[in-house]
């Protein structure tokens, strides 16, 4: 059977890396249309802000692009100082916004291309990421994330903590992208740096949850 050609790019992306890194030194407005669909694996999306259309078009301009930034948060759990630190960056690279999404993940839109290097970093150091919160893997583990002092939520929380873990991609190019990590040749086989996905991750993405019964 022959590849689609979403299989083809993400097989060629030598894991998830392609051109990103080329295309952020590169500057401009956008990523090339391959590049949008690893981008997603990173925890990001292209688009073009829809109210200025009209706008753009009636000025001769081309669309304004934007990009949406996701942060992964397995369980529901963060700190005061993550929540900060995704309010600061709403602020600062934003349209001045937080959105919860209804999978316990945190969007930012409006951030510009010439930010989202930054802005995805300082999400990496505050200790949340968003890799695998987009794109053909498994997505954000979600479970409960009520505080109760009880040994079924807290096993609850920890086991939502190790399928991330466990499911998270291998793949060093992210912290090699985001966060200017040394760059790796890849000489071994696809087994052994995605021992889950392989070259071509899943065929589509992947939501699991976990929950606690009624009782």
């Not at 407005?29 to 073009?48: A, I, M, R, V």
């Not at 190019?173 to 070259?199: F, L, R």
């Amino acid at each position: 059977m022959s590849r689609s050609k979403l299989e083809e790019i993400k097989e060629g992306s030598r894991y998830l890396r392609g051109t990103i890194s080329e295309e952020i030194a590169a500057g401009g407005d956008t990523f090339e249309k391959s590049t949008t669909q690893l981008l997603k694996f990173h925890g990001t999306y292209q688009e073009d802000d829809r109210d200025l259309r009209k706008e753009m078009k009636e000025k001769g301009l081309g669309r304004y692009y934007i990009f949406m930034v996701r942060t992964a948060i397995p369980g529901g759990a963060l700190t005061p100082d993550q929540y900060l630190t995704e309010d600061e960056l709403g602020t600062e690279f934003g349209n001045n916004s937080i959105r919860i999404t209804s999978r316990q993940g945190f969007q930012l839109h409006s951030v510009r291309k010439d930010n989202l290097k930054e802005c995805i970093r300082r999400i990496n150091e505050s200790g949340r990421s968003t890799c695998g919160a987009c794109g053909d893997v498994v997505r954000n583990i979600m479970a409960t994330p009520l505080p109760y002092k009880s040994p079924v939520y807290e096993d609850v929380q920890a086991l939502a903590q190790e399928l991330r873990q466990n499911f998270v991609a291998k793949s060093t190019a992210y912290h090699e992208i985001w966060m200017n990590g040394e760059k790796v040749e890849e000489s071994v086989p696809s087994e052994e740096v995605e021992p889950i996905y392989g070259k071509v991750y899943l065929p589509r993405k992947f939501k699991m949850g976990i929950m606690v019964p009624p009782r």
